[in-house]
């Protein structure tokens, strides 16, 4: 019976090394193993989304440069307080040119508009239509930024007279002041 046993300790020993070592070195090792490949997905997709974020902020910034330069185009057209009484009178000579009588103008109170002044003008012209389109269309292309509004047009046969318009041009200028505190910021 000695022998019975002893063979069956040769067996057990044999069949339970590889089990043992099985159990202790490769499930903790492929523990380990799949620990690290979890925390490898997880570090890429964390890379891809940096990535993402990388070439996402470059496209901001090229787009705040447009942004920028887009600004600096519109505030190109603004004219600063000083050059508003040059656009009055180049407003004037274009009704003269366009064939209308010497505008009637009134002049308004500036009014902050957003972070620009608006300077309305109350004008009535006098004329025939064509010319008063003609002003229009004269207007609309100044390199300077205007709006017409409140627009009535009256038709009237006297005088030579076929129509007369009477409508408020605001023009729109940086407050002096304001650039030079905006600059100190």
């Not at 030579?160 to 505190?181: C, G, N, P, R």
């Amino acid at each position: 019976m000695g022998m019975g046993l002893r063979i069956l300790a040769i067996v057990a020993i044999i069949i339970g090394m590889p089990l043992a070592a099985w159990w202790f070195v490769f499930v903790e090792q492929n523990q380990q193993i799949e620990s690290a490949t979890k925390e490898l997905k997880h570090k890429e997709s964390l890379l891809v989304k940096l990535q993402e974020e990388t070439s996402r902020n470059a496209d901001l910034v090229k787009a705040n440069e447009e942004i920028q330069r887009s600004v600096k185009m519109i505030e190109a057209r603004l004219p600063s307080n000083k050059e508003v009484d040059a656009i009055v009178r180049q407003v004037s000579d274009l009704a003269v040119q366009a064939g209308l009588n010497p505008p009637a103008m009134k002049s308004g109170k500036p009014v902050q508009a957003a972070v620009y002044m608006e300077q309305p003008l109350e004008m009535e012209v006098t004329g025939d239509f064509l010319g008063f389109f003609t002003f229009i269309a004269h207007v609309e292309k100044l390199p300077r930024i205007t709006r017409i509004h409140d627009l009535k047009i009256t038709g009237m046969l006297k005088d030579d007279v076929e129509m007369k318009a009477e409508f408020t041009l605001s023009i729109y200028f940086q407050d002096e002041k304001s650039v030079a505190h905006a600059e100190v910021k």
